[in-house]
């Protein structure tokens, strides 16, 4: 089969691999679509902490069920969305049923051979049948949408709040979507790309210009000096791991959605004098993914307009290139097994 991998860094190349023979209780998945999405790009740039070269990426994709072992649900043919995760069931976080945060926690992808590929070898209890009217393309978001869907439920955001969102990638703009669903009266959201504030402005929220303007004094502007009710960090450095703090109200909350590649120095004495609350988010439970699935099928995502670029595997390097140029792309999608096999 046709794979996308990650052979040294800043090196992905497309190459014929064995297909995965599958164990009991496994699913062997056709896979339709897959995203890039920024650990990938950690992983490309030999950054990762885990991930080891060679790897087949990908843990965002969709497919379909080509071959199944063992005693399931699930029948050949099926269309599925793939949760990536993968806990060890036995940890003190797996023991209270928060799989999510498993001292272990592994994903398809970064710690085993995942979805840049023609077939992956998936668990079946990892496997989320899509609904008819949920298109494989739209299903390959699911993992970032759940990502949104676990950080809003995770806030104490609430009906006529207004939300600050810094950085308007991927997940910047779903957590708008899933925040503005949610009740946020306004959604204000800040990145330093025309291309991504353009986006922001078309999906409804507003935009901040962070190359031109004061984030800061934008906030209070907005807010009647008031500062946000929510300040989601979703940029990831140390310029907005200082705006978080000021831009955020008395008594507000702070969430950090971003994985830092260094630790940033945070104003924990700025935070006490506003009582602001902290609250960390990691990946997403079985719950969101489903919610995330539903909420895509029902058309209140806009999913399209996340969507930059659609390339077959033998791009491979082209779309790690498209990645490392946030003004020209958001999310790319592979079809490993191509276009004319969409469902
Ligand atoms: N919590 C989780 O489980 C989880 C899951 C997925 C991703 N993440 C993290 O979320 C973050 C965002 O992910 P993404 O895929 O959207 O990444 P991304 O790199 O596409 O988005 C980050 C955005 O921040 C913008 N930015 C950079 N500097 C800025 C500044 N000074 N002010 C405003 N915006 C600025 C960039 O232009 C970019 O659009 C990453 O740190 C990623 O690792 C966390
Ligand atoms: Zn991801
Ligand atoms: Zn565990």
Redesign the pocket.
């Known amino acids: 089969m046709k794979a996308g991998v990650y052979v040294s860094e800043t090196k992905a190349v497309m190459q014929q691999k064995a297909k995965p023979v599958i164990k009991e209780g496994e699913a062997l998945v056709k896979v339709s679509h897959a995203g890039i ?3 990938d790009m950690m992983i490309y740039f030999g950054k990762h902490p885990r991930a080891q070269a060679p790897l087949i990426m990908g843990h965002e994709f969709s497919g379909v069920i080509e071959e199944i072992r063992g005693e399931t649900e699930f029948s050949l043919g099926d269309r599925v969305a793939v949760e990536p995760t993968l806990s060890c069931r036995t940890c003190e976080a797996c023991v209270r049923g928060q799989f999510h945060v498993c001292k272990k926690l592994r994903l398809i992808g970064i710690d085993q051979d995942g979805g840049f590929a023609q077939y992956v070898a998936v668990p079946v209890n990892r496997l989320h049948l899509l609904p008819e009217k949920l298109s494989s393309a739209h299903a390959a978001l699911a993992e ?1 949408v759940a ?1 949104a869907v676990h ?1 809003v439920r995770r806030s104490r955001l609430k009906v006529g709040d207004q939300a600050v969102i ?7 703009l779903l957590i708008g979507m899933i925040a503005k669903r949610a009740g946020a009266k306004k959604v204000m959201i ?4 025309s291309y ?1 504030l353009t986006k922001a402005k078309e999906l409804g929220f507003i935009p901040i210009d ?1 190359m031109k303007k004061d ?1 800061v004094k934008e906030v209070r502007l907005l807010t009647n000096d008031v500062g946000a009710d929510v300040v989601f960090e ?4 140390q ?2 791991a200082k705006q978080m703090v000021e831009t955020s109200r008395i008594q507000g909350e702070i969430v950090v ?4 590649k260094k630790a940033p120095e945070v104003d924990l004495a700025a935070m006490h004098f506003k009582e602001i609350s902290l609250t960390t ?3 997403y439970t079985k719950e969101d993914f489903q919610t995330a699935i539903d909420l895509l099928a029902s058309g209140e995502i806009a999913a399209d307009s996340l969507i930059s670029h659609k390339l077959p595997l033998e791009d491979i390097q082209a779309g790690f290139e498209f990645m490392q140029r ?1 003004g020209e792309s958001l999310k790319v999608l592979f079809v490993p097994n191509g276009e004319e096999n969409e469902q």
């Open positions: 999405c920024g650990t970032p990502v950080t810094l950085g308007a990638g991927p997940i910047g800040s990145d330093i790309s991504r962070a984030v979703v940029a990831g450095n310029i907005t959605v971003s994985v830092y988010t990691r990946c946030p």
